[in-house]
């Protein structure tokens, strides 16, 4: 019998490993064994902790993006064989059982420690997507994690041009600068005026707020330019307080756009969105392709048993850290 291992968080700041037991796949089922996961900074961070807007229960089996190998599947299973790469939506553990509808082999030129990108990638896309960017409209992007940077690439491959990475952090700039940015700006008191400065109009035309910073929505909103569009990409963590929506708003004729990834279609695509599954297909495409270069933003790999240092280091909320992969070999 396969003994499993999984990461779980049993309250509010404590996480552990427990053993567990995979059952046999059943029909339309497939049993995987882990390569690599990744941890989704922002979003495992606040469900870990607790923050704002994250209503865990626990306990709490984190994570979503996963690479493995087939190890078992069950009838009626077609496209896969045993032995075969695949992504999935799947937590943190050495094996899961999943339906095999939900899995997309991963092309053998393509490292596992890259395909894991996916979702994230796509989380990015689907929000991009909303945008509805045209060829030669500007764009800015608020925050510089592995979402925003992920999101000024493929704002650039839907003709974002010039596509500004903003954040505090001129390290992390740097690294946006070399995946997906044309300009960046750190972000300041006189950002508004920075923003239109390098720009030479009244700002951009999309602003894509990928940090989930309550305050960083009136500044989304404030750096727009008239009749522009604000993408709600990054989760936000409590109340935005003291916005002015006849200033900020209503009289620039802004357009908000809500971008959390559960607005997707579940069955059919349609102009601006599209199911995850397509989507997720779309990034593999990309990443194989190498038109979205990844690998720069793996910042730290941790073995598997040290999960929990590994989310040590996440509760410190370390800037440096991007892409944070756990290594099930």
Same mark, same amino acid.
Request: contains cysteine; proline residues 5%.
């Given at each position: ?12 700041g404590?996480?552990?490993?427990e ?15 882990a390569?690599?996961?990744l941890?989704? !900074? ?24 996963f690479v493995?190998t ?6 009626e ?12 939506p799947?937590q943190?553990?050495?094996h ?11 092309s053998?030129?393509l ?7 996916f ?5 990015a896309?689907?929000?991009v997507?909303?945008?509805?960017i045209?060829l030669g ?8 994690g592995?979402?925003?940077v992920?999101a000024?690439r ?11 990475g903003?954040?505090l ?5 740097? =690294?946006a ?12 008191d006189?950002?508004?005026?920075? =923003?239109r400065?390098?720009l030479g109009?009244?700002?951009?035309n999309?602003?894509?707020e +990928?940090t989930?910073a309550? %305050? ?13 569009r604000v ?5 936000t963590?409590g109340?935005t307080?003291?916005?002015?929506f006849?200033?900020d708003?209503?009289r620039?004729?802004?357009h ?5 990834e559960?607005t997707? !279609?579940?069955h ?5 969105y599209?199911?995850q599954?397509?989507?997720h297909k779309?990034?593999l ?9 990844? +690998? %720069? ?10 999960f929990?240092? +590994?989310y040590?280091?996440?509760a ?14």
């Amino acid at each position: 019998m396969v003994v499993g291992q999984r990461a779980v968080v049993t309250a509010a700041g404590q996480v552990g490993l427990e053993s567990f037991d995979p059952p046999p796949p059943r029909a339309g089922q497939v049993l995987l064994r882990a390569l690599t996961t990744l941890i989704s !900074p922002g979003t495992e961070r606040a469900f870990f902790l607790g923050l704002d807007n994250a209503d865990a229960t626990y306990p709490l089996y984190p994570g979503y993006s996963f690479v493995g190998t087939v190890e078992a599947s069950g009838a009626e299973v077609t496209g896969l064989q045993v032995g075969d790469r695949v992504v999935c939506p799947a937590q943190h553990a050495s094996h899961t059982l999943v339906d095999a509808r939900v899995c997309l082999p991963v092309s053998p030129e393509l490292p596992a420690e890259e395909a894991v990108f996916f979702n994230l990638l796509a989380i990015a896309m689907q929000g991009v997507r909303k945008a509805r960017i045209e060829l030669g409209e500007s764009v800015a992007v608020l925050g510089a994690g592995v979402v925003g940077v992920l999101a000024m690439r493929l704002a650039q491959l839907s003709g974002g041009l010039p596509v500004i990475g903003i954040d505090l952090d001129a390290q992390r700039l740097a =690294l946006a600068r070399r995946i997906g940015a044309d300009d960046i700006l750190v972000s300041s008191d006189g950002l508004v005026d920075d =923003l239109r400065a390098l720009l030479g109009s009244a700002g951009p035309n999309v602003v894509i707020e +990928a940090t989930g910073a309550s %305050p960083l929505v009136v500044t989304a909103f404030q750096l727009a330019a008239e009749k522009g569009r604000v993408v709600l990409l990054g989760s936000t963590r409590g109340d935005t307080e003291r916005v002015n929506f006849y200033r900020d708003v209503h009289r620039k004729g802004l357009h908000i756009i809500g971008a959390h990834e559960i607005t997707r !279609p579940r069955h059919e695509n349609s102009p601006g969105y599209w199911t995850q599954i397509s989507e997720h297909k779309v990034c593999l495409e990309l990443l194989a392709r190498r038109r979205v270069d990844v +690998a %720069p933003l793996i910042t730290h790999r941790y073995n598997w048993l040290e999960f929990p240092n +590994a989310y040590a280091h996440l509760a410190e909320w370390d800037k440096r850290a991007q892409g944070i992969l756990i290594e099930w070999t």
